[in-house]
């Protein structure tokens, strides 16, 4: 199978959807399977997993539906409360879904510590006893706590959304090159190919841009922990589907036909038992 290994649905919500600024209109309205499978079937996908994009449990059960819906949604990313007391009933009946692959935390938009709190890293833990993931979402500023989250929780899958949204606007790489090639030392620790092209100047990103960080990453991870993400819809605001995979396809095809397959597929099968 073909593989996106990170989308968005939403039905737009003024207010729960703050982040969605007004630099970001293009995406100020409902995003629904519906409106992805056309997209994905014109470039040759097979099927996605959906991302939670709001912290509710209400999001992750929407989230569910929509896949028990249809057929290209080969999965979910929820969200679940990991400080809450009552976290392992919570998993333990989120466990009867077979959608649910795993689970994210905003933790982008929380203080750069985060994911080093005592509490935090005792709830992800609890994850691994139902074979749940844990997509990381992160700046670079947050690099050293993810670094201490993923090798404090070795038995935890974990995952680095958007390659950690390096500052390719202000074509930063080195300290993000040095946390990521850590990361990468974690044989627990994967990263989805995503978010670039928001990460770059809207307008006027070109691929020479992306490449320099796109060699980082490929160098660290290899091609048997990277996997292919659209970043749909929020790529819209600076780039269509087809351009975003496209850069990927274009870096990836001087490494043949085998590592193709594993970083628009076969990779995110393995990691979210697709």
């Not at 690099?143 to 959304?161: C, M, T």
């Not at 841009?209 to 990453?217: A, R, S």
């Not at 850069?247 to 193709?260: A, F, M, T």
Request: hydrophobic share 45%; aromatic share 12%; charged share 25%.
């Amino acid at each position: 199978m073909t593989i996106d290994a990170h989308q968005h649905f939403w039905i737009y919500n003024p207010e729960r959807d703050s982040w969605i600024t007004d630099d970001m209109s293009t995406i100020r309205r409902d995003f629904l399977p519906a409106d992805l499978e056309p997209v994905l079937a014109a470039n040759g996908i097979d099927g996605c997993v959906a991302v939670q994009a709001s912290q509710s449990d209400e999001e992750t059960m929407s989230l569910v539906s929509m896949a028990q819906a249809y057929d290209t949604v080969k999965g979910v990313v929820g969200w679940v409360d990991l400080q809450s007391p009552g976290l392992y009933d919570h998993l333990e009946a989120y466990s009867q879904f077979e959608e649910i692959r795993g689970f994210r935390h905003v933790a982008q938009a929380e203080p750069d510590e985060f994911l080093m709190r005592p509490e935090v890293i005792k709830g992800i833990k609890q994850l691994a006893a139902f074979g749940f993931t844990y997509d990381i979402l992160i700046y670079p500023a947050q690099l050293k706590a993810a670094l201490h989250l993923v090798r404090a929780v070795p038995e935890v899958k974990f995952v680095i959304d958007h390659m950690a949204k390096p500052a390719i606007r202000k074509q930063e790489i080195n300290r993000w090159s040095n946390f990521m090639a850590e990361l990468a030392k974690q044989p627990n620790v994967s990263c989805k190919v995503s978010g670039m092209v928001t990460e770059a100047d809207w307008q006027n990103w070109k691929k020479a841009d992306l490449f320099p960080y796109l060699d980082v990453v490929f160098e660290q991870f290899g091609p048997d922990r990277l996997m292919f993400g659209s970043d749909w819809p929020v790529c819209l605001v600076a780039a269509d589907y087809t351009q975003v995979k496209t850069v990927v396809e274009e870096y990836v095809l001087p490494w043949g036909d085998d590592v193709r397959s594993k970083v628009f597929g076969g990779n995110a099968v393995k990691f979210y038992g697709l």
